[in-house]
């Protein structure tokens, strides 16, 4: 069956701070991966996604970048964090090719910029 | 406008209640709908997936869809406080190979014992 791993769990990160968000999923080959922000009373933000290595699409204009170095290997970076990069970040996949739309999530990285 | 719009609640109910959520929503290519629901602290977890028209059964959750009137809903029959959740709908025009989702901005459920 297929999984989606998502670390850390928390992370406290000053602000100037570079951050690093891993993600990778297991049991299926070329996925779509997507990286989202929610944050309180904003809903699900989409980040960025991929549908393949080295194939990034940014959805909103900010101080993070995503990289895909490998099948099912997500990375979602920053050089220096903003306070306002606070938030709850997700990583989730859907198979590739048309079909049934639906995400799966990973367990989200709670990240608190001081 | 937004595209989609949800009541955040917070809504609270006693135990066995049906419970009634919904979105309305403004794009009229909208085909696929989803439910999610979102434990404190968890990534969200699909619980109903619609094509089009209709209504969806599974187990307590019932989903449904009324196009015409771009308005989709979820029942939850029975409700226990393990339903204790936000629950998030989300739709899109397509299922090609972005599948660039359109999320509401949940609402907050309590079922209370």
């Known amino acids: 069956s297929q999984t989606i791993h998502q670390w850390p769990a928390t992370l406290v990160q000053p602000v100037g701070s570079p951050l690093s968000l891993e993600c990778t999923v297991e049991?299926?080959?070329?996925?779509?991966l997507y990286w989202y922000r929610q944050a309180a009373g904003r809903g699900l933000q989409l980040l960025f996604y991929s549908v393949g290595i080295g194939q990034i699409s940014s959805e909103v204009p900010q101080n993070l970048s995503a990289s895909r170095p490998q099948d099912r290997q997500f990375i979602l970076s920053s050089k220096k964090l903003l306070l306002s990069d606070s938030g709850f970040y997700l990583c989730a996949w859907t198979p590739r090719g048309p079909g049934r739309a639906g995400y799966t999530f990973g367990s989200g990285t709670r990240l608190t910029v001081v | 406008q937004k595209e989609v719009e949800q009541d955040p609640g917070p809504l609270s109910v006693p135990e066995g209640a049906i419970v009634s959520l919904n979105c309305t929503y403004s794009n009229s290519a909208f085909q696929y709908f989803m439910w999610y629901r979102q434990y404190s602290r968890k990534g969200p977890e699909l619980l109903m997936y619609t094509y089009s028209s209709g209504n969806k059964e599974d187990g307590r959750f019932t989903a449904q869809v009324d196009k015409s009137s771009k308005y989709i809903s979820l029942f939850i029959r029975d409700s226990q406080p393990s339903d204790s959740a936000t629950y998030l709908c989300?739709?899109?025009?397509?299922?090609?190979?972005?599948?660039?989702?359109?999320w509401g901005l949940g609402t907050s459920l309590a079922v209370n014992p």
């Open positions: 049991g299926t080959s070329n996925p779509n």
């Open positions: 989300a739709m899109s025009s397509n299922a090609g190979n972005n599948r660039k989702l359109i």
